[in-house]
Protein backbone atom coordinates (compact mmCIF):
# COMPACT_ATOMS: atom_id res chain seq x y z
CA UNK A 1 0.00 0.00 0.00
CA UNK A 2 1.37 3.46 -0.65
CA UNK A 3 2.61 5.68 1.77
CA UNK A 4 -0.58 8.38 1.79
CA UNK A 5 -3.45 5.07 1.69
CA UNK A 6 -1.08 3.98 4.49
CA UNK A 7 -1.04 7.53 6.41
CA UNK A 8 -5.31 7.69 5.73
CA UNK A 9 -5.91 4.23 7.41
CA UNK A 10 -4.02 5.08 10.61
CA UNK A 11 -6.14 7.89 10.72
CA UNK A 12 -9.57 6.71 12.30
CA UNK A 13 -10.13 2.83 13.30
CA UNK A 14 -12.96 2.17 10.87
CA UNK A 15 -9.64 2.54 8.38
CA UNK A 16 -7.29 0.69 10.00
CA UNK A 17 -9.96 -2.20 10.83
CA UNK A 18 -10.64 -2.17 6.99
CA UNK A 19 -9.26 -5.38 6.35
CA UNK A 20 -10.54 -6.80 8.99
CA UNK A 21 -14.00 -5.33 8.88
CA UNK A 22 -16.00 -8.97 8.92
CA UNK A 23 -14.38 -10.66 11.49
CA UNK A 24 -14.38 -7.30 14.04
CA UNK A 25 -18.64 -7.68 12.91
CA UNK A 26 -18.39 -11.11 13.94
CA UNK A 27 -16.77 -10.01 17.22
CA UNK A 28 -19.45 -7.38 17.68
CA UNK A 29 -21.99 -10.38 16.94
CA UNK A 30 -20.48 -12.30 19.63
CA UNK A 31 -20.51 -10.06 22.46
CA UNK A 32 -24.18 -8.84 21.76
CA UNK A 33 -24.57 -13.41 22.25
CA UNK A 34 -22.62 -13.11 25.78
CA UNK A 35 -24.99 -10.75 26.66
CA UNK A 36 -28.01 -12.88 26.50
CA UNK A 37 -29.10 -14.39 29.51
CA UNK A 38 -32.56 -15.93 31.31
CA UNK A 39 -31.46 -13.88 34.49
CA UNK A 40 -33.02 -10.41 33.69
CA UNK A 41 -30.57 -8.21 35.44
CA UNK A 42 -27.47 -9.97 33.66
CA UNK A 43 -29.37 -9.56 30.11
CA UNK A 44 -29.69 -5.97 31.19
CA UNK A 45 -26.25 -4.76 32.15
CA UNK A 46 -24.26 -6.70 30.20
CA UNK A 47 -26.73 -5.10 27.01
CA UNK A 48 -25.91 -2.21 28.66
CA UNK A 49 -22.70 -2.31 28.89
CA UNK A 50 -21.84 -3.88 25.27
CA UNK A 51 -23.98 -1.18 23.52
CA UNK A 52 -21.89 1.55 23.16
CA UNK A 53 -19.01 0.09 21.56
CA UNK A 54 -15.79 1.01 22.63
CA UNK A 55 -12.28 1.02 20.22
CA UNK A 56 -11.93 -2.67 20.11
CA UNK A 57 -8.21 -1.93 19.93
CA UNK A 58 -7.76 -5.72 22.17
CA UNK A 59 -9.81 -7.82 19.84
CA UNK A 60 -8.41 -5.90 16.61
CA UNK A 61 -4.84 -7.24 17.89
CA UNK A 62 -5.82 -10.55 18.69
CA UNK A 63 -7.27 -10.88 15.32
CA UNK A 64 -4.68 -9.09 13.14
CA UNK A 65 -1.86 -11.33 15.05
CA UNK A 66 -3.70 -14.49 14.14
CA UNK A 67 -3.98 -13.23 10.57
CA UNK A 68 -0.08 -12.20 10.10
CA UNK A 69 0.39 -16.33 10.41
CA UNK A 70 -2.74 -17.00 7.88
CA UNK A 71 -4.64 -18.54 10.56
CA UNK A 72 -8.18 -19.65 8.76
CA UNK A 73 -10.02 -21.35 11.67
CA UNK A 74 -13.10 -19.44 13.42
CA UNK A 75 -11.94 -19.22 16.77
CA UNK A 76 -10.15 -15.95 16.85
CA UNK A 77 -13.52 -14.28 16.89
CA UNK A 78 -14.54 -16.16 20.10
CA UNK A 79 -11.41 -15.69 21.73
CA UNK A 80 -11.49 -11.78 20.57
CA UNK A 81 -14.83 -11.24 22.53
CA UNK A 82 -13.42 -13.14 25.62
CA UNK A 83 -10.78 -10.75 25.25
CA UNK A 84 -12.88 -7.54 25.30
CA UNK A 85 -15.15 -9.21 27.96
CA UNK A 86 -12.28 -9.51 30.37
CA UNK A 87 -11.24 -5.72 29.50
CA UNK A 88 -15.05 -4.60 30.29
CA UNK A 89 -15.23 -6.83 33.35
CA UNK A 90 -11.88 -5.39 34.44
CA UNK A 91 -13.14 -1.46 33.64
CA UNK A 92 -16.47 -1.86 35.55
CA UNK A 93 -14.42 -3.13 38.68
CA UNK A 94 -12.00 -0.12 38.14
CA UNK A 95 -14.69 2.58 37.81
CA UNK A 96 -15.82 1.77 41.49
CA UNK A 97 -12.54 1.60 42.31
CA UNK A 98 -12.09 4.96 40.94
CA UNK A 99 -15.27 6.60 41.61
CA UNK A 100 -16.18 7.23 38.29
CA UNK A 101 -19.40 7.92 37.29
CA UNK A 102 -19.09 8.02 33.53
CA UNK A 103 -17.46 5.98 30.83
CA UNK A 104 -17.91 5.99 27.23
CA UNK A 105 -20.44 8.84 27.47
CA UNK A 106 -22.99 6.91 29.89
CA UNK A 107 -23.39 6.18 33.48
CA UNK A 108 -20.93 3.63 34.79
CA UNK A 109 -22.35 0.70 35.96
CA UNK A 110 -22.11 1.07 39.36
CA UNK A 111 -23.42 4.74 38.77
CA UNK A 112 -26.83 3.44 37.76
CA UNK A 113 -26.90 0.18 40.10
CA UNK A 114 -24.77 0.57 42.61
CA UNK A 115 -21.20 -0.94 43.49
CA UNK A 116 -22.83 -4.25 44.92
CA UNK A 117 -24.20 -5.68 41.75
CA UNK A 118 -21.13 -3.78 39.75
CA UNK A 119 -19.02 -6.02 41.61
CA UNK A 120 -20.83 -9.45 41.27
CA UNK A 121 -22.11 -8.15 37.68
CA UNK A 122 -17.53 -7.89 36.91
CA UNK A 123 -16.95 -11.38 38.74
CA UNK A 124 -19.43 -12.85 36.41
CA UNK A 125 -18.23 -11.76 33.19
CA UNK A 126 -15.13 -12.45 34.50
CA UNK A 127 -15.41 -16.05 35.28
CA UNK A 128 -17.93 -16.70 32.70
CA UNK A 129 -15.08 -16.04 30.23
CA UNK A 130 -12.36 -18.08 31.89
CA UNK A 131 -15.17 -20.68 31.44
CA UNK A 132 -15.60 -20.19 28.15
CA UNK A 133 -11.76 -20.14 27.22
CA UNK A 134 -11.52 -24.11 28.53
CA UNK A 135 -13.40 -24.82 25.50
CA UNK A 136 -10.48 -23.46 23.27
CA UNK A 137 -8.46 -26.04 21.15
CA UNK A 138 -5.42 -24.03 22.44
CA UNK A 139 -5.26 -25.32 26.01
CA UNK A 140 -1.94 -22.40 26.44
CA UNK A 141 -4.68 -19.51 25.69
CA UNK A 142 -6.43 -20.58 29.75
CA UNK A 143 -3.36 -20.10 31.37
CA UNK A 144 -2.61 -16.95 29.17
CA UNK A 145 -5.53 -15.46 29.99
CA UNK A 146 -5.49 -16.66 33.91
CA UNK A 147 -1.89 -15.20 34.18
CA UNK A 148 -2.53 -12.07 32.83
CA UNK A 149 -5.77 -11.44 35.08
CA UNK A 150 -3.58 -12.02 37.76
CA UNK A 151 -1.09 -9.59 36.65
CA UNK A 152 -3.17 -6.78 35.98
CA UNK A 153 -5.66 -7.40 39.71
CA UNK A 154 -1.59 -7.11 40.86
CA UNK A 155 -1.38 -3.66 38.75
CA UNK A 156 -4.53 -1.99 40.42
CA UNK A 157 -3.56 -3.16 43.28
CA UNK A 158 -0.42 -1.86 43.51
CA UNK A 159 -1.91 1.68 42.01
CA UNK A 160 -4.49 1.62 44.77
CA UNK A 161 -1.64 1.26 47.55
CA UNK A 162 0.77 3.74 46.70
CA UNK A 163 -2.00 6.47 45.55
CA UNK A 164 -1.54 9.75 47.86
CA UNK A 165 2.35 8.86 47.62
CA UNK A 166 4.40 11.46 46.49
CA UNK A 167 7.29 9.46 46.42
CA UNK A 168 6.15 6.74 44.02
CA UNK A 169 8.73 6.82 41.39
CA UNK A 170 8.45 6.45 37.03
CA UNK A 171 9.57 3.04 37.43
CA UNK A 172 6.90 2.09 39.64
CA UNK A 173 4.18 4.16 37.90
CA UNK A 174 6.03 2.16 34.60
CA UNK A 175 5.53 -1.49 36.39
CA UNK A 176 1.97 -0.71 37.09
CA UNK A 177 0.42 0.16 34.29
CA UNK A 178 2.84 -2.32 32.17
CA UNK A 179 0.34 -4.77 34.74
CA UNK A 180 -3.05 -3.21 35.03
CA UNK A 181 -2.76 -2.38 30.81
CA UNK A 182 0.09 -3.63 29.03
CA UNK A 183 -0.40 -7.41 29.97
CA UNK A 184 -3.95 -7.68 28.24
CA UNK A 185 -2.63 -5.91 25.18
CA UNK A 186 -0.16 -8.16 24.81
CA UNK A 187 -2.43 -11.44 25.66
CA UNK A 188 -4.35 -10.42 22.50
CA UNK A 189 -1.03 -10.46 20.37
CA UNK A 190 0.17 -13.86 22.28
CA UNK A 191 -2.72 -15.55 21.30
CA UNK A 192 -3.23 -14.10 18.00
CA UNK A 193 0.43 -15.72 17.80
CA UNK A 194 -0.80 -19.05 19.20
CA UNK A 195 -3.96 -19.51 17.07
CA UNK A 196 -1.22 -19.04 14.17
CA UNK A 197 1.35 -21.72 15.36
CA UNK A 198 3.83 -18.92 15.51
CA UNK A 199 7.07 -19.90 17.10
CA UNK A 200 8.21 -19.48 21.13
CA UNK A 201 9.96 -16.54 19.09
CA UNK A 202 7.56 -14.81 17.12
CA UNK A 203 5.33 -15.39 20.21
CA UNK A 204 7.57 -13.36 22.23
CA UNK A 205 7.90 -10.89 19.42
CA UNK A 206 4.33 -10.25 19.32
CA UNK A 207 3.87 -10.26 23.30
CA UNK A 208 6.51 -7.26 23.80
CA UNK A 209 5.14 -5.57 20.47
CA UNK A 210 1.89 -5.57 22.99
CA UNK A 211 3.33 -4.84 25.79
CA UNK A 212 4.96 -1.67 24.47
CA UNK A 213 1.78 -0.58 22.53
CA UNK A 214 -0.34 -0.92 26.02
CA UNK A 215 2.41 0.92 27.95
CA UNK A 216 2.20 3.60 25.33
CA UNK A 217 -1.93 3.44 25.09
CA UNK A 218 -2.12 4.03 28.99
CA UNK A 219 0.44 6.62 29.31
CA UNK A 220 -1.55 8.46 26.45
CA UNK A 221 -4.67 8.04 29.12
CA UNK A 222 -3.08 9.68 31.93
CA UNK A 223 -2.06 12.45 29.66
CA UNK A 224 -5.46 12.85 28.46
CA UNK A 225 -6.48 13.17 31.93
CA UNK A 226 -5.11 16.26 31.97
CA UNK A 227 -5.09 17.36 28.56
CA UNK A 228 -8.34 15.98 27.16
CA UNK A 229 -12.12 16.97 26.53
CA UNK A 230 -14.60 15.99 29.13
CA UNK A 231 -17.41 15.22 26.10
CA UNK A 232 -15.18 13.67 23.73
CA UNK A 233 -12.97 11.19 26.04
CA UNK A 234 -16.71 10.21 27.44
CA UNK A 235 -15.35 10.10 31.21
CA UNK A 236 -14.57 12.69 33.40
CA UNK A 237 -11.15 14.68 33.61
CA UNK A 238 -8.22 15.39 36.09
CA UNK A 239 -10.13 12.59 38.10
CA UNK A 240 -6.57 10.98 38.76
CA UNK A 241 -5.43 13.97 40.66
CA UNK A 242 -8.93 14.37 42.09
CA UNK A 243 -8.48 10.44 43.43
CA UNK A 244 -4.70 10.96 44.64
CA UNK A 245 -3.78 8.88 41.77
CA UNK A 246 -0.15 10.21 41.08
CA UNK A 247 0.80 9.60 37.12
CA UNK A 248 3.31 10.34 34.91
CA UNK A 249 2.93 13.71 34.35
CA UNK A 250 2.84 14.64 38.64
CA UNK A 251 5.67 12.07 38.74
CA UNK A 252 7.79 14.17 36.72
CA UNK A 253 6.29 17.32 38.22
CA UNK A 254 7.21 16.37 41.37
CA UNK A 255 10.93 15.12 40.34
CA UNK A 256 11.68 17.90 38.38
CA UNK A 257 10.15 21.83 39.27
CA UNK A 258 11.49 22.61 42.73
CA UNK A 259 10.85 22.30 45.64
CA UNK A 260 8.22 25.23 46.61
CA UNK A 261 6.01 23.29 44.20
CA UNK A 262 6.56 20.31 45.32
CA UNK A 263 5.55 21.58 48.98
CA UNK A 264 2.31 23.52 47.12
CA UNK A 265 1.26 20.13 45.42
CA UNK A 266 1.75 17.93 49.06
CA UNK A 267 -0.21 20.38 50.69
CA UNK A 268 -3.15 20.60 47.70
CA UNK A 269 -2.97 16.91 47.47
CA UNK A 270 -3.49 16.29 51.45
CA UNK A 271 -7.22 17.29 50.79
CA UNK A 272 -9.22 14.55 50.30
CA UNK A 273 -12.03 14.93 47.49
CA UNK A 274 -9.87 17.56 45.65
CA UNK A 275 -11.90 20.79 45.16
CA UNK A 276 -11.91 21.87 41.67
CA UNK A 277 -10.09 25.42 42.67
CA UNK A 278 -7.14 23.25 43.82
CA UNK A 279 -6.98 20.85 40.66
CA UNK A 280 -6.86 23.90 38.55
CA UNK A 281 -3.77 24.86 40.90
CA UNK A 282 -1.66 21.55 40.26
CA UNK A 283 -2.76 21.89 36.55
CA UNK A 284 -1.14 24.73 35.90
CA UNK A 285 2.14 23.68 37.42
CA UNK A 286 1.99 20.44 35.57
CA UNK A 287 1.52 22.59 32.58
CA UNK A 288 4.45 24.93 33.37
CA UNK A 289 7.38 22.66 33.60
CA UNK A 290 7.39 20.70 30.48
CA UNK A 291 5.95 17.38 32.15
CA UNK A 292 3.09 17.46 29.67
CA UNK A 293 5.91 17.16 27.03
CA UNK A 294 8.21 14.78 28.80
CA UNK A 295 5.07 11.99 29.03
CA UNK A 296 3.99 12.51 25.65
CA UNK A 297 7.92 11.83 24.54
CA UNK A 298 8.25 8.63 26.93
CA UNK A 299 4.61 7.88 25.43
CA UNK A 300 6.77 8.16 21.51
CA UNK A 301 9.44 5.92 23.33
CA UNK A 302 7.01 3.00 23.95
CA UNK A 303 5.36 3.69 21.01
CA UNK A 304 8.23 3.75 18.61
CA UNK A 305 9.42 0.44 20.56
CA UNK A 306 6.18 -1.49 19.39
CA UNK A 307 6.45 -0.07 15.90
CA UNK A 308 10.26 -1.33 15.62
CA UNK A 309 9.26 -5.05 16.98
CA UNK A 310 6.70 -5.34 14.51
CA UNK A 311 8.50 -4.76 11.66
CA UNK A 312 10.53 -7.68 12.37
CA UNK A 313 7.80 -9.36 10.52
CA UNK A 314 7.63 -9.84 7.13
CA UNK A 315 5.51 -7.39 5.19
CA UNK A 316 1.65 -8.10 4.66
CA UNK A 317 -1.21 -6.03 4.88
CA UNK A 318 -2.27 -7.18 8.68
CA UNK A 319 1.34 -6.62 9.13
CA UNK A 320 0.97 -3.17 8.26
CA UNK A 321 -2.46 -2.19 10.41
CA UNK A 322 -0.49 -3.76 13.30
CA UNK A 323 1.89 -1.17 12.31
CA UNK A 324 -0.64 1.62 12.76
CA UNK A 325 -1.62 1.17 15.46
CA UNK A 326 1.37 2.85 17.58
CA UNK A 327 0.55 5.98 15.74
CA UNK A 328 -3.34 5.78 16.30
CA UNK A 329 -2.68 5.55 20.36
CA UNK A 330 -0.38 8.40 20.21
CA UNK A 331 -2.88 10.70 18.41
CA UNK A 332 -5.93 9.60 19.82
CA UNK A 333 -8.18 12.34 21.45
CA UNK A 334 -10.45 9.67 23.20
C1 LIG B 1 -8.22 1.37 33.80
O1 LIG B 1 -7.23 2.24 34.22
C2 LIG B 1 -8.10 0.02 34.47
C3 LIG B 1 -7.39 -1.02 34.00
C4 LIG B 1 -6.66 -0.93 32.73
C5 LIG B 1 -7.29 -2.33 34.70
C6 LIG B 1 -8.33 -2.59 35.74
C7 LIG B 1 -8.09 -3.91 36.42
C8 LIG B 1 -8.78 -4.35 37.47
C9 LIG B 1 -9.89 -3.59 38.10
C10 LIG B 1 -8.47 -5.68 38.04
C11 LIG B 1 -9.64 -6.62 37.85
C12 LIG B 1 -9.40 -7.43 36.68
C13 LIG B 1 -10.21 -8.40 36.18
C14 LIG B 1 -9.63 -9.29 35.19
C15 LIG B 1 -11.62 -8.60 36.57
P1 LIG B 1 -7.53 3.77 34.45
O2 LIG B 1 -8.34 3.93 35.65
O3 LIG B 1 -6.23 4.48 34.42
O4 LIG B 1 -8.33 4.14 33.13
P2 LIG B 1 -9.73 4.89 32.99
O5 LIG B 1 -9.37 6.34 32.99
O6 LIG B 1 -10.25 4.47 31.65
O7 LIG B 1 -10.59 4.51 34.10
MG1 LIG C 1 -10.26 4.36 36.05
Request: charge should be neutral.
Amino acid sequence: MVRAQLQKKGQNLKDLYGDIKKDMDEVEKELRLFSQSPNKLIAEISTYLFQKSGKRIRPALLVLCSKLFDYKGKEHIHLSALIETIHTASLIHDDIIDNSEFRRGIESVHAKWGPNITVLLGDYLYIKTIGLSLQSSYPQVVQILTDISARMIEGELNEYYLSGNLNVAEKDYLDIIDKKTASLFSAACQIGGVLGNATKREENILIDFGRNLGISFQIIDDLLDFTGDEKTLGKPVLSDLSEGRITLPLIYTLNNDGKANRKRIAELLKNKDLEKDAQEKILDIVKSNGALEYTYQKAEEFSLKSKRTIAQFPKSIHRDSLALLPDFVLKRKK
